[in-house]
């Protein structure tokens, strides 16, 4: 055939022949296709055979049917009777009473023949009326074919007539059916066998291409492994490739599990985003800053099916997004304000998007880091306010006691009257200057301080000598103070809390007016963890309007700025109060209203020994 030699001459044949694999398909479909036609052709041969002998005997029951009409109306002896049937041919007819013993035969002479009631086709013709048997014949020394029949004469005698023939002429047509049946299958089976070939090559060449990937990509298996044919080769290349691929699996799922929580432990939110706005990945402070509400709990693959534009839509940063990949390069948007935590705060932000490259010209998408910086943009805030409200405190007074100064140069000299009142003002500023660099330095000190020394302190000692100190100042106020300990003692540290105290207890002075009443309290609370030492201080002054109360603690922050100047105030106070307080990890609150003074309570937690 002339793809089959192509096959094994051509181009698929250029590399080794898988030959196990190749003779066992080409055997087992040969020898299949063999033993197949020949149980086809034994089965087809013995059904043959069997129709021509049951063909055989029924010829011969009809033959029997008609001698046996012929006998009933013949008078005849039965042995003139059958002289009269002796046959030319090989056919042999017998006449049997039903004792067994034979009246007459056509071809052999009764005196030679026994009696014959034990042969099978006797029996069942004497028993059913008719019967016949294949056996082989003593008296005639060959294989025969028997049929009997019981009939009755004229005269109503019984008898069993006998008719066979011989088998050989029913073995020549077998024997000649035979050799159609060999002459028929030798080219049958040639060509089998040639298509069993070309159909095992051509079942052989995706395995002899298997090999060959095998052979050259897995050289260690070739050299190293013993096996039995090229299935058990591909068995073990499956099993070490398949270990390759678990050890590959878990190294990449190891790497990814480091890295995903790599970026899930940096502090910054991160995003990456596909050049068609898909989200490739976001860490869990992207998802809690800028992810609505309802989608905090998503999960990695449910986010991914979504762009960028359904959960997180800005402009500015879309298009920093965009030119970034359009120019496949790094950019930058710096102090951003964005809403965070389901948009109910805004923080700020510094924000870099950079390229995501396959390949020099291929941009696969971006990732955007964003980093807080609200801290930074606050303090810098804090810082601009601050320079600019110590300028302002500064300059005042400075302002002032220059124009003193120059009032002195001028009519002071002769003036007496006029010169002292120029340097009391220019002493009250000076003053003023005094307190208010002395209470930046105390701001400046406190936030510098990592951690402060703590030790016990009595309470009602080291509050009597700050009520003690103030009054000093204030002699010329009528003030009442009551005084309250539910508390002994508490650990702190003692200039700090010294501070708090004085700034509490002045500021209540200042601006209580020439009498009034100021109650300081010491109490406690206890919870399963912390003990709390409450300091409340109150004064029945006019009080501080509800919209002055978030702003109290601000540096420089006055309710009234002409009266504090006037009392002496830095605006600093308060400021300085709270930083202390947070020193000790407390916190410190306010309660007024017009008319019915004001309270500050401060709140230390002590942790339980």
């Known amino acids: ?77 039965p042995r003139v009777w059958c002289s009269e049937l002796s046959e030319k041919n090989d056919n042999r ?28 086709e006797f029996i069942e013709a004497l028993n059913k009326g008719k019967g016949s048997s294949v056996r082989y014949s003593d008296t005639m020394k060959d294989q025969r074919i028997y049929s009997a029949i019981r009939l009755r004469n004229a005269s109503n005698q019984e008898y069993i007539l006998r008719l066979s023939f011989p088998l050989a002429k029913l073995h020549e047509a077998v024997a000649k059916l035979d050799m159609i049946i060999i002459l ?20 052989s060449t995706p395995l002899q291409k298997i090999l060959s990937k095998i052979s050259t990509t897995d050289k260690e298996i070739n050299e190293n492994s013993h096996y039995d044919d090229e299935w058990e080769l591909i068995s073990k290349t499956i099993d070490s490739t398949q270990w390759d691929r678990n050890r590959l699996s878990f190294k990449l799922n190891r790497e990814y599990v480091i890295k995903t929580s790599l970026l899930e432990s940096i502090s910054e939110s991160i995003l990456a985003v596909r050049h068609d706005g898909k989200i490739l990945f976001a860490n869990k402070h992207f998802i809690k800053n800028f992810l609505p509400v309802e989608h905090l709990g998503m999960g990695p693959d449910e986010l991914r099916k979504n762009s960028l534009q359904d959960y997180f839509n800005h402009e500015d940063i879309n298009m920093l997004i965009n030119e970034s990949i359009e120019k496949k390069s790094t950019n ?28 020099e010209d291929n941009i696969y998408g971006v990732v955007c880091v964003f980093r807080e910086v609200t801290d930074r943009i606050l303090t810098e805030q804090m810082r601009e306010n ?178 504090d100047r006037k009392s002496g105030g830095t605006g600093l106070g308060l400021s300085i109060v709270k930083h202390i307080v947070g020193k000790h990890k ?15 309570t401060a709140t230390f937690p002590q942790y339980l020994s």
């Open 93 to 120: 007819v017998t006449l049997i009473n039903t004792l067994g013993v034979v009246m007459c035969d056509s071809k052999v002479t009764r005196s030679h023949l026994n009696n014959h009631e034990d042969r099978p």
């Open 332 to 359: 930058h948007l710096n102090s951003t304000l964005l809403q965070i935590k389901g948009k109910k705060h805004d923080a700020y932000f510094d924000i870099t998007v950079s390229p995501i490259s396959i390949s």
């Open 184 to 203: 028929f299958l030798l080219p049958v089976l040639i060509a089998i066998a040639v298509i069993s070939l070309y159909g095992s090559l051509k079942a």
């Open 1 to 77: 055939m002339p793809q089959l030699e192509q096959l094994l001459n051509g181009e698929q044949t250029k590399q080794k022949l898988p030959w196990k694999f190749f003779r066992k398909i080409a055997l087992i479909q040969i020898i299949t296709a063999v033993l197949i036609i020949l149980v086809t052709a034994g089965v087809a041969r013995y059904y043959l055979k069997n129709y021509i002998t049951n063909q055989s005997i029924e010829q011969l029951e009809d033959s029997l049917q008609l001698i046996k009409q012929s006998f009933y109306y013949s008078d005849l002896n």
């Open 386 to 563: 601050f320079v600019a409200n110590v300028s302002h405190e500064v300059r005042t007074p400075l302002t002032a006691m220059k124009g003193y100064v120059q009032t002195l140069k001028q009519f002071g000299m002769q003036n007496e009257e006029l010169a002292n009142e120029c340097m009391s003002k220019i002493e009250h500023n000076s003053d003023r200057l005094t307190h208010l660099f002395s209470d930046i330095l105390n701001l400046s000190v406190i936030e510098s301080k990592g951690k402060i020394d703590k030790s016990d302190i009595p309470l009602p000692e080291i509050t009597e000598q700050v009520i003690s100190n103030v009054r000093q100042s204030y002699r010329d106020k009528e003030v009442t103070i009551d005084t309250h300990y539910e508390a002994d003692s508490i650990f702190a540290n003692a200039a700090l809390l010294e501070q708090v105290i004085t700034n509490l207890v002045e500021n209540a002075y200042k601006y209580i007016g020439d009498s009034g009443e100021i109650k300081i309290s010491w109490t406690q609370k206890v919870d399963e963890q912390f003990r709390y030492i409450i300091l409340k201080i109150s004064d029945n002054g006019p009080g501080i309007e509800k919209k002055h109360h978030e702003r109290l603690f601000e540096r420089f922050y006055r309710v009234d700025e002409a009266r």
């Open 586 to 600: 407390g916190e410190i609150k306010v309660e007024s209203e017009i008319g019915k003074g004001t309270s500050f």
